[in-house]
């Protein structure tokens, strides 16, 4: 996949994006938001918000990239990393909500593939030097949420009735306060740029064991959020194409 720069990474999510409105197809949820997270870092980038922007332009592309191969992995009958498998088939069923389905892609996306990218990008120099700009996308991720919080409210009214938006009903839920996953994101990191090379592929398939075990309570949480999210789910937007608007 020929994608180079930030604005590659752009034009690969539009894609998706489209294709998924035309089809439609669920695979569009996570490609939206993830899309609103990428224009704004180009944002940060144009306006030197970043201590390094050349850098976090190869953090960004070395990170979608991992995305991008997945979803290419899984379409042409291959497996990506457990988790990412998990994330892919629950866009063929009906049943998970739409916050479920961003919730699945955040958690591969962040609690895998932002480490593993920021190693990969600070390769053979000292990761902390990264610290500084890592933590400022922290800052653009919180100037989102409270957007993506009121789309999901129009996506799902019953949401913010049953609390599945406070962080305070279910721990994994509560993930979608992204600081979070990314303070987790950062152990990570470093537990790679650690680590010899030769040993990544151990690495990370015991960190997609990981990972995985968070997804399958976000797709299958327990009784006590069952009835919640199936109420949830009864007043939910039924259009995809629509869904995946919202989401823009």
């Given at each position: 996949?020929?994608?180079?720069?930030?604005?590659?990474?752009?034009?690969?999510?539009?894609?998706?994006?489209?294709?998924?409105?035309?089809?439609?197809?669920?695979?569009?949820?996570?490609?939206?938001?993830?899309?609103?997270?990428?224009?704004?870092?180009?944002?940060?980038?144009?306006?030197?918000?970043?201590?390094?922007?050349?850098?976090?332009?190869?953090?960004?592309?070395?990170?979608?990239?991992?995305?991008?191969?997945?979803?290419?992995?899984?379409?042409?009958?291959?497996?990506?990393?457990?988790?990412?498998?998990?994330?892919?088939?629950?866009?063929?069923?009906?049943?998970?909500?739409?916050?479920q389905h961003l919730l699945l892609g955040i958690n591969t996306h962040i609690n895998l593939d932002l480490g593993i990218a920021a190693a990969e990008t600070m390769q053979g120099q000292d990761i902390q030097l990264l610290k500084n700009d890592?933590?400022?996308?922290?800052?653009?991720?919180?100037?989102?949420?409270?957007?993506?919080?009121?789309?999901?409210?129009?996506?799902?009214?019953?949401?913010?009735?049953?609390?599945?938006?406070?962080?305070?009903?279910?721990?994994?839920?509560?993930?979608?306060?992204?600081?979070?996953?990314?303070?987790?994101?950062?152990?990570?990191?470093?537990?790679?740029?650690?680590?010899?090379?030769?040993?990544?592929?151990?690495?990370?398939?015991?960190?997609?064991?990981?990972?995985?075990?968070?997804?399958?309570?976000?797709?299958?949480?327990?009784?006590?959020?069952?009835?919640?999210?199936?109420?949830?789910?009864?007043?939910?937007?039924?259009?995809?194409?629509?869904?995946?608007?919202?989401?823009?």
């Amino acid at each position: 996949m020929s994608v180079h720069t930030i604005d590659d990474v752009i034009r690969e999510l539009t894609q998706i994006i489209d294709t998924a409105k035309d089809q439609p197809s669920r695979l569009g949820y996570f490609p939206a938001l993830y899309r609103k997270v990428t224009l704004a870092v180009k944002k940060g980038i144009e306006a030197g918000d970043f201590e390094d922007g050349p850098r976090m332009e190869r953090l960004d592309v070395i990170f979608a990239k991992r995305y991008l191969d997945a979803l290419t992995l899984a379409k042409t009958g291959q497996e990506p990393t457990e988790s990412w498998q998990i994330a892919f088939k629950a866009t063929k069923s009906k049943k998970p909500l739409v916050l479920q389905h961003l919730l699945l892609g955040i958690n591969t996306h962040i609690n895998l593939d932002l480490g593993i990218a920021a190693a990969e990008t600070m390769q053979g120099q000292d990761i902390q030097l990264l610290k500084n700009d890592f933590d400022k996308i922290n800052q653009i991720l919180s100037s989102l949420i409270d957007g993506v919080t009121k789309e999901l409210e129009e996506i799902s009214p019953m949401l913010k009735r049953f609390g599945l938006l406070s962080g305070k009903v279910d721990d994994y839920l509560a993930r979608f306060g992204v600081e979070i996953a990314r303070e987790y994101a950062w152990s990570v990191a470093l537990k790679f740029a650690r680590s010899a090379r030769s040993e990544w592929p151990t690495r990370i398939n015991e960190q997609d064991a990981e990972v995985y075990s968070f997804a399958k309570k976000i797709r299958r949480p327990g009784r006590s959020l069952r009835f919640a999210l199936f109420l949830v789910r009864m007043t939910e937007r039924r259009s995809i194409k629509r869904i995946i608007e919202i989401l823009e």
